[in-house]
């Protein structure tokens, strides 16, 4: 077997974005397109010889041709060894988990996360550094700066090898290590969850659907839901892995996960379900009648984790997103613990949790999880959920209601406008940003500006600034409307517009989430113009 080294070119618009590098499939199966991106990440973190690396994805098409590639380019760089996934399979958290368990060098996970998959549609490549957790920005920038210098890649002249089934391979000098993709993350749970009370929950008659949505937490799902927690056959829906997702949009959220809000609030509803996405790290919570934002899921969460035995020592710190809603800091005031808000996107969380400072994070795009590992989980947040939902004996809808009674509600919804017109998108934000400093003090339609700013992190660990992390507009009633352009879309520009609206009393918390934040829809339309600038006249998605 020999190493040939492939003269190459730079491609442009290499840059890994809110996490890693996302681009239509055709485009990664273009000439040298996938290789070139490889051989940057590998440069960027000073070749692989010697290294162990992680290595998986989550199913969809092009995931074991690229595997393949990315394994041969790995023994031509020397590496040690690779541990991959069966059918070059990993849920984004089992990656980060095995990342972590064998303390290797890193990891590759393929995966566009809840983007559809198919010839068509979306492919996605990213690095994850030995911690577990997505690349941070200098490493990002790093391999971005390689990919527009590259000149030539090398791989490794071999047939497929053989990833079907475990075991240890050689290809060349490295060492292929193919294990099951579910056991090392389903012991992890064990240790974190109290097993034994939510096998209880479901003998005594508690139902649940998980949907699966055809991506990768099928077989997670289906060996730790209905194998070690007892659940009855066909709790777990959609198990089945499929390249194109089985055509749908492997998104948990109202939209794309609409049978399943359709079954919880009809006539059926089980007491329980839930969805993740197309590599396992979100997820989507819903009770009988009723549907939780991610917002107030993570809220809920650290009000309760106490009682799962991972987290009976209590929290260090609550850490969020901006743009998802403040209900988290209203627990972590009651706690007494700190609560961080950073910019969109899980890396951010990575320090924070390295350095033990914060132990739940969260976001509004579906994401929750802790420093079990480095990335979100959603099937940890499924399992947290019934752990909790074991301990207190009440329904989804019954926490709920005793939380917003005890916290407060955040009405809050996420309006995108997808596929719009990237120039108009900008100069939107521009706009915002120009007028910012006299919109303050304005009055519209009753609702009074106190200020506009532009959101921008010191990571309060490594002292790294990340500036432009989105506009916000606060209100002196405490609403709250904040613009963010996608760092995940790949058509065009997906403007974000997150509403939000505090209410203290429980008499009034029980509004259509939509009816409540009218008012501040329209006037925030008014201020940044949306509907003139996008030409839309609604988003193309409310959460
Ligand atoms: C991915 C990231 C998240 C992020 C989300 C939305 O799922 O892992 O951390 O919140 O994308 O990002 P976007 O830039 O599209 O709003
Ligand atoms: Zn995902």
């Not at 350095?355 to 099937?379: M, W």
């Not at 596929?419 to 009055?443: F, I």
Request: with cysteine; glycine share 12%; charged share 20%.
């Amino acid at each position: 077997m020999s190493i040939t080294s492939v003269t190459t070119q730079p491609i442009e618009g290499q840059k890994p974005g809110t996490s890693g590098l996302r681009k239509k499939t055709k485009v990664f199966m273009g000439p040298h397109y996938l290789e070139n991106f490889v051989q940057a990440v590998f440069n960027a973190i000073g070749g692989v010889e010697g290294k162990t690396l992680v290595l998986g994805g989550d199913g969809r098409y092009f995931n074991e041709r690229a595997a393949q590639v990315i394994l041969r380019m790995a023994a031509a760089g020397g590496a040690a060894r690779i541990i991959t996934g069966q059918n070059a399979l990993l849920s984004t958290p089992a990656a980060s988990n095995l990342i972590r368990r064998r303390r290797t060098d890193g990891g590759i996970i393929m995966s566009a996360s809840h983007n559809p998959g198919g010839p068509e549609e979306d492919f996605g490549v990213k690095f994850n550094t030995p911690n577990g957790g997505p690349a941070p920005e200098d490493v990002t920038g790093r391999i971005f700066d390689e990919t527009k210098t590259l000149t030539s890649y090398k791989i490794l002249e071999a047939g497929d090898v053989d990833i079907a089934s475990p075991g240890e391979r050689m290809l060349a000098d490295m060492v292929v290590e193919v294990v099951d993709p579910v056991s090392d993350y389903a012991e992890l749970m064990g240790e974190l969850f109290d097993f034994k009370a939510i096998r209880e929950l479901f003998a005594s008659g508690f139902t649940m659907r998980f949907d699966a949505m055809h991506a990768v937490t099928g077989p997670y799902a289906k060996s730790i839901l209905e194998g070690a927690l007892g659940a009855p056959a066909g709790t777990v829906m959609n198990d089945v892995p499929l390249p194109d997702f089985g055509g749908g949009h492997p998104d948990p959220n109202p939209v794309w996960a609409k049978p399943l809000v359709d079954l919880v609030m009809g006539a059926d509803a089980p007491d329980f379900a839930a969805a993740s996405d197309g590599d396992g790290d979100r997820n989507m919570i819903l009770g009988r009648g009723v549907y939780v934002t991610p917002s107030d899921s993570l809220a809920i969460l650290a009000a309760n984790a106490h009682l799962a035995p991972g987290y009976a020592g209590g929290l260090a710190g609550i850490a969020r997103s901006m743009p998802t809603s403040r209900a988290s800091d209203r627990v972590a005031e009651a706690l007494n613990i700190p609560a961080f808000e950073t910019p969109t996107g899980w890396k951010f969380f990575g320090n924070l949790l390295d350095a033990g400072r914060a132990t739940l994070c969260g976001e509004e795009s579906a994401g929750t999880g802790s420093d079990h590992v480095r990335e979100k989980d959603g099937l940890w947040a499924v399992l947290l959920w019934l752990n909790i939902l074991a301990v207190k004996r009440m329904s989804v809808a019954e926490l709920v209601a005793e939380h917003w009674a005890r916290f407060g509600r955040d009405y809050y919804s996420r309006h995108d406008y997808e596929a719009v017109d990237a120039e108009a998108a900008t100069k939107l934000m521009a706009d915002l940003k120009a007028a910012g400093p006299e919109l303050a003090g304005q009055t519209f339609a009753g609702l009074t500006v106190s200020n506009v700013d532009e959101f921008g992190y010191t990571d309060p660990v490594d002292g790294s600034i990340s500036s432009s992390q989105g506009m916000r507009i606060f209100f002196t009633s405490g609403e709250r409307a904040v613009f963010r352009l996608s760092g995940t879309g790949t058509v065009g520009a997906t403007l974000r517009v997150y509403l939000e609206k505090p209410e203290p009393d429980p008499e009034k918390q029980n509004l259509d989430a939509q009816d409540a934040l009218s008012e501040l829809i329209t006037v925030v339309d008014d201020i940044a113009g949306i509907s003139t600038r996008t030409g839309r006249d609604a988003p193309d998605v409310r959460t």
